[in-house]
């Protein structure tokens, strides 16, 4: 099984920046799919980003968090980002990275239920 370790939550002010990181033991240029959800206290685990199992790498968001965060990732690292930008204090949760093979779509990449592999999150807290 695929072992993934996030790090670089933390406290950040509303409108600030982080940058989280998910480690990888695969390589992120092999064919599969890394996800990011994030889970709030009494809330259902929410898709965040994801980078597809397609040949182009192809990239997914929640409509909560469009035209703020960015997935991306660093092949030679088998590292996989999510930086965030803009946040507000409903971006408040533990952040979890996920991996699967055979996950191309939009529909696919958002629900948890597709992905075997899971970190063990990292919080983040938007707060003044």
């Known amino acids: 099984q695929v072992q993934l370790v996030e790090s670089g939550g933390g406290l950040v002010q509303p409108g600030g920046s982080l940058r989280l990181s998910c480690a990888a033991s695969?390589?992120?240029?092999?064919?599969?799919?890394i996800g990011w959800f994030r889970q709030a206290p009494g809330q259902e685990r929410e898709g965040v980003a994801c980078?597809?199992?397609?040949?182009?790498?192809?990239?997914y968001y929640g409509d909560s968090v469009k035209g703020r965060f960015t997935v991306f990732k660093n092949d030679a690292k088998s590292t996989v980002y999510l930086q965030m930008n803009n946040l507000k204090p409903e971006d408040t949760a533990v952040y979890y990275c996920?991996?699967?093979?055979?996950?191309?779509?939009?529909?696919?990449?958002?629900?948890?239920?597709?992905?075997?592999?899971w970190g063990q999150g990292t919080r983040v807290t938007v707060s003044s």
């Open positions: 996920a991996a699967d093979t055979g996950i191309f779509t939009s529909a696919q990449c958002m629900e948890p239920l597709n992905f075997d592999s």
């Open positions: 695969l390589f992120t240029s092999d064919n599969y799919a």
């Open positions: 980078i597809s199992a397609s040949s182009d790498s192809r990239t």
